[in-house]
């Protein structure tokens, strides 16, 4: 199997504010035959570009990625992206600016669809010009979402994962929780990565089921310390030591912008433009993202006149199902 990872330089890119990055750059990984059609996947919140990685070192979604895998990189090409805005060697926060210091806060906002147009402009200049699918979960199903509706003739069909045409408010509610953390250990604390440390303990908290909390810590305990607080301590620091807190910062407010019918008019005119097949995967117990919300979605496109089908997953791992 061919494995290559790189950067793609895009000068000149305007975001959907109307601000103006001289050049960006975006970390990919490129996987399987050359020739071959190619997939796109796209990452969640703290993912990266490394989806399939090496036998040595395993992508996030190795497990469905390989030779002989469900996307099988012997008759597939698979390209996958570290966000703009991201952490991973694309720009971000922590890249340089025109004033020879690093963004951090005054990197520019960002939507889905900033994402979206970055990637699509990145696949052209890698020399390709139609994709066999676009995959992804969570904040990368919602840039499925917009692939959808953004570049619908550029691919074959897409592959919604536990996501939901708009975030709900309840979603931005924890992103909220979250994002307060961050700011005020940003600005009280010499080390900001408490703040970011609870943020994920946030986020792990909606990731999972109550199920799931209670089979697995079953209310054990060491030392006075209940199990389920010593793992969620430990998510929280390892978070905190390999991401940026002003990455997460943005690509939270990145997922708070999800809304498909956001300048399309009603949410009927939305899901009319979807011409492409799309084959939509939710998670019982998914509470950032019910699936019978996505449910009523793919049933809507089909009212609509679409192709659409839905599969809902019965696990007890939630939203981190996928």
Known sequence: MRYQTGTV????????????????????????????????????????????????????????IHEGGYIDTRY??????????????STGPGSVGADGEPYQNNFPSLTVRNLVEVQFVALNMLGIDHLKAVIGGSLGGMQVLEWGLMYPDFMDAIFPIAVTPT?????????????????????????????????????????????????????????????????????GEKLAKKFNPYSYLRLLDVMNSHD????????????????????????????LYPPDELKRFVMDIEDAGGYAEFCEVDTMFGHDGF
Request: proline residues 4%; hydrophobic residues 35%.
């Open 260 to 287: 498909i019918t956001r300048g399309r008019g009603s949410y009927q005119n939305a899901i009319q433009r979807y011409d492409v097949p799309v084959f939509a995967l939710g998670f019982s117990n998914d509470l």
């Open 167 to 235: 975030f709900s408010d309840y979603a931005i509610a924890f992103n909220h929780i979250a994002k307060q953390a961050i700011k005020y250990d940003l600005k009280n604390s010499s080390q900001p990565e408490n703040g970011l440390s609870l943020a994920r303990m946030v986020g792990m908290v909606t990731y999972r089921s109550n199920e799931l909390f209670s089979k697995r810590f079953a209310r054990s305990q060491v030392e006075g310390e209940f199990d389920v607080e010593s793992y969620l301590d430990h998510q």
């Open 76 to 89: 597939y090409q698979v390209i996958a992206f570290n966000v703009l805005g991201g952490c991973d060697g």
């Open 9 to 64: 330089t895009i000068p000149n890119f305007s975001l959907e504010n109307g601000e103006q990055f001289r050049e960006v750059e975006l970390a990919y990984e490129r996987s399987g035959p050359e020739n071959a059609p190619t997939i796109l996947v796209c990452h969640a919140l703290t993912g990266n570009q490394f989806a399939v990685g090496t036998d040595s070192k395993p992508g996030w979604w190795r497990g469905l």
